[in-house]
């Protein structure tokens, strides 16, 4: 798009399209920075990538995680001690499906 200018009903169009409501009075300041972001669009359209492997970082990744080493579980009164509400050894919480009536039913 650089031999196209951009105008305000494009900015319009593209503010719907993302549907955000832009104020009137902020369309020009919009459309200088949405023609800017275009133009560097171009700019790097024009890089030869020829070659050049597609990737999805830029830089290698490692695995950060911890090893999986298994150790002795919390003791039950301290799983439950922040619960609001425990009915030992579960946490109580209030019913969720078929409200006041049995779901069975």
């Given at each position: ?14 503010a719907k399209l993302a549907r955000l409501a832009l104020p009137d ?36 990744t490692h695995n950060v995680l911890r090893d999986d080493v298994p ?35």
């Amino acid at each position: 798009m650089p031999d196209q200018k951009l105008t305000l009903d494009d900015v319009k169009h593209v503010a719907k399209l993302a549907r955000l409501a832009l104020p009137d009075e902020k369309l020009a300041q919009f459309s200088g920075q949405l023609a800017g972001i275009l133009g560097y669009i171009d700019e790097m359209a024009q890089v030869d990538t020829a070659g050049v492997e597609p990737m999805a970082q830029p830089l290698p990744t490692h695995n950060v995680l911890r090893d999986d080493v298994p150790s002795d579980p919390l003791p039950l009164d301290k799983v439950l001690q922040n619960a609001p509400d425990a009915e030992s050894p579960f946490f109580k919480v209030p019913k969720v499906i078929g409200g006041d009536e049995d779901s069975a039913g």
